[in-house]
């Protein structure tokens, strides 16, 4: 992937990870150009949102406040991980689940 590529996608990228409205808008204003590296962070975000609503569900069933701040702060650096990825053009994907995003979600961006 060439430089220009990447800066380009680079706003789309960090949008994708601003919740899975945030997703969404990066998904649909990538439709035009197709840009692989906003595609990466698009289903890399949409996989990570979609863990954390699943996860966030199945935690409300302890009402335990030390099990939802673990929550919290765990997918908040996945979160800020992903952010940092797309802030500084690379294709970090996110620990242990990301390769299972980017073959879940292939049909995204191409």
Do not use: C
């Amino acid at each position: 992937m060439d430089r220009n590529t990447i800066d380009e996608g680079k706003t789309l990228g960090l949008v994708a990870y601003l919740t899975l409205f945030g997703t969404l808008i990066a998904f649909f204003m990538n439709q035009d150009k197709r840009n692989p590296f906003t595609a990466f962070h698009i289903r890399q975000g949409l996989g990570l949102g979609l863990v954390y609503v699943v996860i966030g569900f199945v935690i409300t069933a302890f009402n335990s406040w030390m099990i939802t701040y673990s929550f919290w702060i765990f997918f908040s650096v996945l979160y800020i991980y992903g952010i940092f990825g797309a802030i500084t053009g690379k294709l970090n994907k996110i620990p242990i689940l990301g390769d299972f995003f980017q073959n879940a979600f292939k049909s995204i961006g191409q």
